[in-house]
């Protein structure tokens, strides 16, 4: 398994302006996600973030509005930039392992709030 | 393209009862199916997985799920209900002919386990 942290826990900010996510892992770990849970709703990828290599995006998701770094195999992060109250979610990362990547952890979120 | 469906957005249940959280799914290949458990303010846990294997999968909590690949379905099960059950649950799922594809969340249904 793997324990996930990430900083802030919540926040609340206002319009125009970006906050950066941290996602911190206790293990290195290649591949590593970044989600949006929008109030009440299920879980939407926003992009895949490994090591090395470019952050992909998912539809709907572009580097602009959400860049990522993944400078080491142990962290993240996730900016969401000229924040608008759509952008009132919490975001998750998550790390994928095991044989295949098939065991999936999460992190404990980030609820944003804009206002 | 994979898919994930929870046809029931509310289960309430009664606590001592039997209670079934329902999902099915819809890939190219062979599944991967999983079930996370979100309690209030918290991130993800997981719950338990199908890879192969029997298809009684047994996991976290007391909880259980029946693979039944002609109805494809992945129903979570537990024959006892606590109220601390009461949650937020996501089936997933993961297309092993498309290796490489990320998991797909269903919407959630949320668990009311009722004293």
């Known amino acids: 398994s793997a324990v996930i942290s990430q900083k802030p826990s919540r926040d609340i900010c206002q319009r125009g302006t970006s906050l950066t996510i941290q996602c911190q892992v206790d293990?290195?770990?290649?591949?590593m996600f970044w989600y949006r849970q929008q109030p009440g709703q299920s879980l939407t990828l926003i992009a895949t973030a490994n090591q090395g290599s470019e952050a992909t995006y998912e539809s709907g998701f572009v580097i602009d509005k959400f860049p990522i770094s993944r400078p080491n195999l142990t962290f993240s992060t996730l900016t969401v930039s000229n924040m608008s109250p759509e952008d009132s979610s919490i975001y998750l990362c998550s790390v994928a392992l095991g044989q295949g990547y098939n065991e999936q952890f999460f992190g404990p979120g980030t609820r944003l709030t804009v206002l | 393209a994979q898919s994930v469906a929870q046809p029931e957005d509310q289960v309430n249940v009664a606590e001592g009862n039997p209670l079934t959280v329902k999902c099915t799914y819809s890939?190219?290949?062979?599944?991967?199916l999983f079930w996370y458990v979100q309690y209030p303010n918290r991130g993800l846990q997981f719950l338990l997985k199908y890879i192969t294997g029997d298809n009684l999968v047994k996991g976290s909590y007391g909880f259980e799920a029946e693979f039944n690949k002609s109805q494809t379905s992945f129903h979570l099960k537990k024959p006892s209900a606590l109220v601390s059950d009461s949650a937020l649950y996501f089936c997933?799922?993961?297309?092993?002919?498309?290796?490489?594809?990320?998991?797909?969340f269903g919407p959630g249904t949320r668990l009311s386990v009722l004293p």
């Open positions: 890939v190219s290949g062979n599944p991967y």
């Open positions: 293990s290195q770990v290649t591949m």
């Open positions: 997933a799922v993961r297309d092993d002919y498309n290796y490489g594809q990320n998991f797909v």
